[in-house]
Each structure stands twice: as C-alpha cells, then as structure tokens.
C-alpha cells in the first residue's frame, strides 16, 4: 500500500486547490489502495526531520511505496500510473503525448494560473497586484486560447481516454476558476466540468474536507 502526505490544516483560501489531491485524486482513479499521512503544515510539519527525509524541499505532496519514496506531483501522478497499468498509454508515442500534456499543465499553464490567483483573488484590489493584473492576465488569456483550441473535438487531452496529463491539467486550471476567463474558453469550460464530474474526485475532495476539518 502507499502512503501519501497530504494536508491536514490550510488556509480557507486554497482548500480545493493544493497539489496533494493531485496524488490522491491519481490514486481513485488507478484503484491503488492508499492511506494518507496527514502533515500539519501549520505547525511545523513540513520543516520536521522526518518529513524532510522524504520530502526534502518540505512541500506537499510526498509518497512513500515500501522503501522508495518520491516528491513532487507531477511525479507522484506518474508513479501511481505507471504501477496500476492505469492512466497512461501502453505505446512509446502514447505516453510521450500524456508527458507532453503533463508538462503544458505545470510549466506552461501553472505558472500563469497561479499568478492569476495571486493577483485576482489573494491580493485583489491591492495596488501592485492592480498594476501586474492586466499583464498576467493577458499571458494567462493567451495559454487558455490555444488549450481552447486543441481541445476542439476531445473529451480529455489524449482524445476519448482520461489520463494523468487530465488530473494535472484540471487541478491547474481550479488556479483560475475564480476568474471569468474559464468562462470564456467553451472548450476548456466544458473539459474541466467534465473531468470533475469524474466519481473519483468526488470522492477525493470529500475525503480531504474531512482530513482537513477533522
């Protein structure tokens, strides 16, 4: 069974939206039995010895199968795929198209979206945040309109499979879904209601409300 780190305590603010449910939400949908360690980010979890020995930036999430352990999400998604034969395609070209889409998500997408986040919902209104809105933006539009584009015609990335470039690229877009620049791209609109209508992370966001209210 593997063990997950997940958060036990977060700010309001970004419940929904941390990169622990990445792991999880990769772990429902492969049908891995899991457990989760919770950390109490705040009280000092995440600068513990032994979350460090796993986790050695001190970010969540970690996980930990046997005596291999492993950090960041993107990875973790991966893992899980790779050993449940699930979420990923068996062929060379099939899995290089999931990778790619894995990385437009963090690299291309993600940076964006987060400063999206910071500046229209953690510090709106605040006057720096005012003077670096419409720059970001303006970039963030721009990465949206060409996801828009490519998904014309799909129900998930790689076509009629949902995969774990989809688990990464939704949980990236919830960075934005307080803006009304989702609403305005019907391709990408439609494929994040439609993979989390997915059972799956139903069942993560509920179990992770409870975590973190427990």
């Known amino acids: 069974m593997i ?12 419940r929904g939206l941390t990169r622990d449910l990445r792991a999880l939400w990769a772990a429902e949908e492969a ?19 032994d979350y460090l020995a796993v986790s050695p930036f001190g970010l969540i999430p970690a996980m930990e199968d046997g005596a291999f352990s492993l950090f960041e999400s993107g990875a ?6 790779d050993k449940a034969g699930k979420l990923v395609p068996a062929d060379a070209e099939g899995r290089a198209l999931a990778m790619q889409w894995a990385l437009v998500a963090l690299n291309t997408l993600e940076p964006a979206a987060i400063n999206m986040a910071v500046v229209e919902r ?7 945040a005012e003077e670096r ?18 998904l014309a015609g799909k129900r998930y990335l790689l076509g009629d499979g949902f995969s ?31 993979c989390e209508d997915r ?15 427990a």
Not at 76 to 81: E, H, T
Not at 134 to 149: G, H, Q
Request: charge should be negative; glycine fraction near 4%.
């Open 3 to 14: 063990t997950i780190h997940a958060f036990s305590s977060i700010p309001i603010p970004v």
């Open 31 to 49: 049908g891995l039995a899991y457990e989760i360690r919770p950390v109490d980010s705040m009280s000092g979890g995440l600068s513990s010895e």
């Open 76 to 81: 973790i998604v991966f893992y899980i795929a």
């Open 122 to 128: 953690f510090h709106a209104g605040e006057n720096w």
């Open 133 to 150: 809105r419409p720059a970001v933006r303006e970039l963030c539009e721009k990465r949206l309109a060409t996801l828009d584009r490519q």
């Open 164 to 194: 774990a470039a989809d688990i990464l690229m939704t949980s990236v877009l919830r960075f934005i879904q307080y803006s009304d620049l989702i609403e305005t791209m019907p391709n990408v609109a439609a494929y994040k209601a439609r």
């Open 199 to 213: 059972p799956a992370w139903a069942k993560v966001l509920e179990t992770h409300d409870a975590l973190l209210a």
